[in-house]
Each structure stands twice: as C-alpha cells, then as structure tokens.
Nanobody, 125 residues
C-alpha cells in the first residue's frame, strides 16, 4: 500500500505561482512513476505531468509545458509540481498518483495504482 497526501493548493491571482507537494508513505520503494492530474468542474480528469525513476525522466501535457515543473526529493519521498504563470484555465483539483511500473504511458490515469485526495487550485483573474 502507498499513501499519497497532496498539499499546497490555494487561491492565486492569474500570472502567479504555486508549488504543490505530494508526500508518499508506505511501500514507497515500489514506486517508479508519479504523476499529477487535474480535474475542473464538469470536465474529465486530465494528465498534467509525470516523473519516472531511476533517471528522473519528466513528461508534460502540452497545455502546461514551459509553465509547470515536476520534481522529486527522494529524501522526503515527495514529488513537487511548480506552477508558474497561472492561467484561469489551470483552476482545478490537482491529484497526485503513483505507479509501481516504469514502462507505462504516463498520461493514462488507469496506469496508476494509488491516488491522493486532491488539492484545490483556484485562480482569480
């Protein structure tokens, strides 16, 4: 079992920045991929970014490339999502997820085994 807890969401003005955190506990040694997804009201959950290890390969949705940065701190079993140049369309509940496999299509939610409870990001214009 892996437990994931997101934090860092909040209300930010458009153009601002935010850093989301996802702390993993439990069988963290079994994690090879972690991803961030988001879901806005009335919309389907969509892929945002992912990171794999070993190697720290990163993957991003086209809509967030150049503005979002995913990273990890192994010493803290935590993955971060730095969000810059926030846009109103970035407002959503952001979820982190983990997978016990390396060779997965990172943009497919069904490939992930565990999910956090989500953290709300609200953008004011």
């Amino acid at each position: 079992q892996v437990q994931l807890v997101e934090s860092g969401g909040g209300l930010v003005q458009a153009g601002g920045s935010l850093r989301l955190s996802c702390a993993a506990s439990g069988r963290t040694f079994s994690i090879y991929t972690m991803g961030w997804f988001r879901q806005a009201p009335g919309k389907e959950r969509e892929f945002v970014a992912a990171i794999k290890w070993p190697g720290s390969s990163t993957f991003y949705a086209d809509a967030v490339k150049g503005r979002f940065t995913i990273s990890r701190d192994n010493t803290k079993n935590t993955v971060y999502l730095q969000i810059d140049s926030l846009k109103p369309e970035d407002a959503a509940v952001y979820y982190c997820a983990s997978a016990s496999r390396f060779s997965i299509r990172t943009g497919v939610a069904e490939n992930y085994d565990y999910w956090g409870q989500g953290t709300q990001v609200t953008v004011s214009s």
